[in-house]
């Protein structure tokens, strides 16, 4: 960082107390440094609200390899994506369930598009996507 600008910030002391549990729990450092991670977050959180924002992602997924047809979908869902990812894993957790992860890189709008269609496909049993700032 060049230049650190220096604020002060009012808490009521519940609230200062309860923050100071968290910042314990999490492991940061000081209270600036958590301060700076929350608006940080919102400031990630912000930016993927701009449909047009070029944005990283991950999207991972959890699915049933048993289930008809759920590979031969995902690949087909992905072939037309190849622009927006970057690399992908996969993972055979049990004899039943596989993990992929997706490492993403493009629109905003494109990246949810994507994911949605891979998160609602069948077979699919959980899916979250995390959005991050380039």
Do not use: W
Request: charged letters at 30%; aromatic letters at 4%.
């Amino acid at each position: 960082m060049d230049k650190i600008e220096r604020k002060g910030i009012a808490f009521e002391p519940e609230e200062l107390k309860e923050f100071d549990k968290i910042i314990k729990k999490k492991g940061y450092k000081n209270r600036s440094e958590a301060i700076r991670c929350i608006i940080r977050k919102e400031l990630v959180e912000d930016k993927s609200e701009n449909p047009e924002k070029n944005m990283a992602a991950t999207l991972t997924i959890v699915y049933s390899h048993h289930e008809h047809n759920v590979q031969h979908e995902l690949t087909h869902i992905q072939h037309y994506h190849p622009n927006l990812i970057r690399s992908s894993l996969h993972v055979h957790m049990d004899e039943h369930n596989c993990l992929e992860v997706l490492v993403l890189e493009g629109k905003v709008k494109n990246i949810k598009k994507l994911a949605d269609a891979i998160i609602t496909a069948k077979g699919v049993k959980h899916g979250k996507l995390v959005l991050s700032a380039i």
